[in-house]
């Protein structure tokens, strides 16, 4: 979350409610929320997952993409040899796992590539960055596209001469599945809006898909630039053969490298929460069980209680009980200081026998 801090900020100051998921796709209420963003994921999905999100968004949650770049080629070619471990270390996942990304798309007829592009474009006069990105391989050809002219980076990362091509990154679809079915968003680059990242950030772009996400309003500059796609692609995204990510998935359990196939684990259930009990701590106490509070105070000329001691003797020599008298509290007395006053003094000697040098 914290890759996409500024994002959050930015989107909550638009007045937008912002809740991160943190359990399957199939623990939320769909009906509560307006759109659902998937940012950079690496993780795989679990087919109970991809039914959910279709039938959300068939009655009415649109979905907005962010994906990244993903190829096998340049996975192996970025290898290195870890001196700590003695290990070769090779990523298990792209940028994003676009493979995982099109099971999930394929419900609309949506499909990424795996060529890595890398450049700058400008719409609307607004410049944005498009570092190490995906491209859509195939869209429904309902939906609204926008190209831009790019740098083919991982053919130079292979050796090969770098050129450039027109390559469609945007698609913006509303499904028909229904007469209220949501939209679906699909960008093919996540690095300006990650703070990890962010060269040039492309909030404005986000809030303009935002907009069409939930009101189905497209900006006319995307209108005014639409791409033709030929929908021609001969090599889909695969899974890298021998591949361990399953050792960080929750979705995974293992890779069966003999036949190449997924093993999934079980859905996990979700989450419930324990609402606590309220427990008002502000109680009244009835009017008819109200007592008021007795306060004691002691008047000059009232009678004070008698104050045993162990050792009193009177003038004759015989032990007997003291009783204050009010006189023995007068101020203008000579004949001894006032009780308070000798408390007081008490503690003036204690305080300056107990002072720090």
């Not at 093993?263 to 259930?269: A, E, T």
């Amino acid at each position: 979350m914290d890759n996409v801090g500024d994002m959050y900020g930015h989107v909550r100051a638009a007045g937008y409610y912002i809740e991160v998921l943190g359990a399957p796709l199939t623990c939320f209420e769909a009906s509560n929320y307006g759109a659902v963003f998937i940012v950079d994921p690496e993780e795989e999905f679990f087919p109970e997952e991809i039914a959910k999100l279709k039938k959300d968004i068939d009655n009415g949650l649109s979905l907005i993409i962010f994906a990244d770049w993903y190829n096998v080629t340049v996975m192996r070619k970025v290898k290195f040899f870890d001196e700590n471990t003695r290990q070769w270390w090779m990523p298990d996942t792209g940028g994003a796992n676009v493979p995982a990304l099109n099971d999930l798309l394929s419900s609309w007829g949506i499909v990424l590539g795996d060529t890595v592009y890398d450049g700058e474009y400008s719409i609307s006069k607004q410049t944005i960055t498009y570092a190490s990105g995906t491209h859509i391989a195939r869209f429904p050809s309902n939906g609204v596209i926008l190209a831009a002219k790019l740098s083919d980076q991982g053919a130079e990362m292979l050796g090969g001469k770098p050129r450039k091509d027109e390559v469609p990154i945007l698609g913006l679809l509303q499904t028909h599945d229904s007469t209220k079915s949501g939209r679906v968003v699909v960008y093919g680059d996540s690095n300006c809006i990650d703070n990890s990242h962010l060269q040039r950030d492309c909030f404005w772009l986000m809030d303009a898909l935002l907009d069409y996400a939930t009101n189905a309003h497209v900006p006319s500059i995307f209108l005014q630039n639409q791409y033709k796609l030929t929908n021609i692609i001969h090599n889909l995204p695969q899974r890298m053969e021998g591949n361990h990510l399953y050792r960080y998935s929750k979705v995974l359990v293992n890779h069966l490298e003999d036949t190449g196939k997924l093993m999934i684990r079980d859905l996990p259930k979700c989450p419930h929460l324990i609402w606590a009990q309220p427990n008002p701590l502000n109680k009244s106490a009835p009017t008819n069980l109200y007592k008021s509070a007795k306060l004691l105070s002691i008047k000059v000329d009232a009678e004070l209680p008698v104050f045993v001691s162990e050792r009193n003797e009177n003038e004759d020599g015989v032990a007997g009980n003291w009783v204050p008298h009010a006189s023995d509290f007068n101020p203008n007395d000579d004949d001894g200081m006032p009780i308070f006053g000798l408390i007081i003094l008490i503690l003036i000697f204690i305080d300056k026998d107990f002072a720090p040098a």
